[in-house]
């Protein structure tokens, strides 16, 4: 039996990460993890001529490195599942349609690239594919221009609000053995706790990451320590503050693990970047580059990877409704 | 081993359709389906001050009367799978929030029914969820905002356009034994010919259906006349005769089992529809009302069932990219 608890799957056959690609733009490649993606763009155009191409060409190079890293053919991918944050999912609609490869599309803001590695996971592990592809993107100027403003207004930037990166990760899914399996998910719930402010995404989406981290603390009778890392992807400073305090009022106390990708991905002193970065992109390339080669060497055991996303788009806000937010969690581990 | 030729599952332990829901608002309910649908609203608002958040109620009482006729407690289902046509899936995050049932969030456009069908099929095939709920929704006032213009604006509709189906159909897949199951599915990939006009998405998509429907028949090895009926979500009368000929080129005639959710939806003698519906709800709710019902008497043995999308945002169109369609097959079988 592989369900686990209310909220949870772990997987007999746990499937493993074969390979992984990170694909950036020029702001985060002067970052702290700079040194460590795959590929970092000149500018953040890609060669394109609009940002929402230039995201899809993110997608395109990343699934495309992933895949070949893993030392397979496209044809040996069996399903593919992409996501993003545009409307109707057109930087992944675009960016992958090349690849001619069966496509689940996912949306779950930031949270979906958490939602393809579990996917991915379960297909693997149900053998349903030997070979599967999770990718996801984000990207500054289309997030922007999706979400906020143009950039072209120069708007002033609460120091509550992220900045969505521009990036994209890709992961190989396989039945082949690698250095590193994911071993265990647990699906989020929408939650919302009535937060009406879009440059606050961190308060948004810390009631979600929190109640996704217990129940997976729950369902796997683990406590903060069985983990080396609990790593959300985008609350950012903001965020991390509202996580720990609400996980410590459940009882669990995770400020010794805690780390966000977020957080991770900028320097807060010299990239202006507020709160910390945000978007599919932030938690993938952050996996990738930095999270997945310390599983790989074992300097971490086992992490908890924690996806978040805040659920809005520019219809709901202009209607005054909430940010509700959720969190896809992630067992990862050393094999 | 569950893989069937390149894109396609069958599955060993194939999972049952326990129960379903259709919703659908007015002019559906005058359609020639009317009398089939479990709830017609008296407006298209259902009681809410926006389209969206009435395309929120919508789905939100198409789970609730299918999980209640399943005869169990929402608590029992495990995941839900679910997803619309609005930027950012606002329906499904704020119709399904109050359900507190872990979300799986897909995009698929029109597709998206077919999608979240597979992806239930397969988390129940698997033992992933002992019941798990698929819904999708549409809605013609909050679609037409989201794709076209403000219906205030009053626009003519050219002769092949659709009309979007203000509905959602819910369907909950089980291992429980009922009389209809889901034996096989063929997932999609995104196909483009280039059809530039977002008013001629039965052109677009097309294709994509022709694709999958082929794939279908190769990966089963199976002839037209294995199945009943072969039926298309939204191609409408124009989709419908370019599908019959690209599969005629490719050496197989389904022009005697096929039939368009779209076309059978509403009367076009009078209900000034053009092509037919479209959008998620109208494959859901068709299949909920009219299709499973047959297939539980078993006038239908088996048919192959296939959501068609048409994969466009607003601004993927202003930025002149072309609209690539996709669709998903799922085979659904008297048991």
Redesign the interface.
Known sequence: ???KGT?S?QFDQAPYILSSASVVGKKEGEGPLGGLFDMVGADDLFGED?W??AESTLQKEAATLAIGKAGISKEEI??IFG?D??????AT??G??EL??????????CS?AG?SL??AA??V??????QVLAVTSSHFASAE??FRFPLEYASQRPLSATWTVTGSGAFVLAKKRSKVRITGIT????V?FGIKDSMNMGAAMAPAACDTIYQNLIDFDRNPEDYDKIITGDLGYVGQEILIKLLREKGFDISKQHMDCGIEIYDRTTQDTHSGGSGCGCSAVTLSASLLPQLEKGTYRRILFVPTGA??????FH?G?SV?G?AHGVVIEHA
């Open positions: 039996m592989s369900q909220q799957v609009t929402e191409a069996r399903y996501g944050l545009l409307g109707q999912s057109i609609t675009f992958l349609m001619n490869i069966p496509l689940f599309g996912l949306y779950g803001a979906t939602e579990s996917l379960m297909a592990a149900a053998g349903f594919g030997d221009k999706q699906t989020g719930k929408v919302d659920l809005l788009s520019t219809t709901s209607e409704q509700p959720i």
